[in-house]
Nanobody, 129 residues
Framework: QVQLVESGGGLVQPGGSLRLSCELS????????IGWFRQAPGKEREGVSCIITRGGMTHYADSLKGRFTISRDNAGNTVYLQMNSLKPEDTGVYSC??????????????????????WGQGTQVTVSS
């Protein structure tokens, strides 16, 4: 059974950094996209970034390029989201998700929630002074 567990959220001052972790278990040898999403109070869920398990291709929401970096450990059991230069508008619940990936490349499709089948419980990130 596929499971995802996020950690690393917390309170950080504007301009600070956080690294979120998404621990993965129960995956088969299929190719998956692991995505990070966030949701601020009263707003819709927003795609942040994704990484493809086979090949390691990555993709980012245009508005977050340069500040956020997605990566994975060598064993492929944990996916990270490094967040730098954080702003108050980055506040929200950050969730990772997994879904099958069938395309030879990566694009905005991988940061659309609808393609994801499994979700973690989320971790709160609050950017405030």
């Amino acid at each position: 059974q596929v499971q995802l567990v996020e950690s690393g959220g917390g309170l950080v001052q504007p301009g600070g950094s956080l690294r979120l972790s998404c621990e993965l278990s129960g995956f088969t040898l299929d190719t998956y996209s692991i995505g990070w999403f966030r949701q601020a109070p009263g707003k819709e869920r927003e795609g942040v970034s994704c990484i493809i398990t086979r090949g390691g291709m990555t993709h980012y929401a245009d508005s977050l390029k340069g500040r956020f970096t997605i990566s994975r450990d060598n064993a492929g059991n944990t996916v990270y989201l490094q967040m730098n230069s954080l702003k108050p508008e980055d506040t929200g619940v950050y969730s990772c998700a997994a879904g099958f990936w069938w395309k030879p490349d990566v694009n905005d499709l991988c940061i659309r929630p609808g393609i994801y089948r499994w979700w973690g419980q989320g971790t709160q990130v609050t950017v405030s002074s």
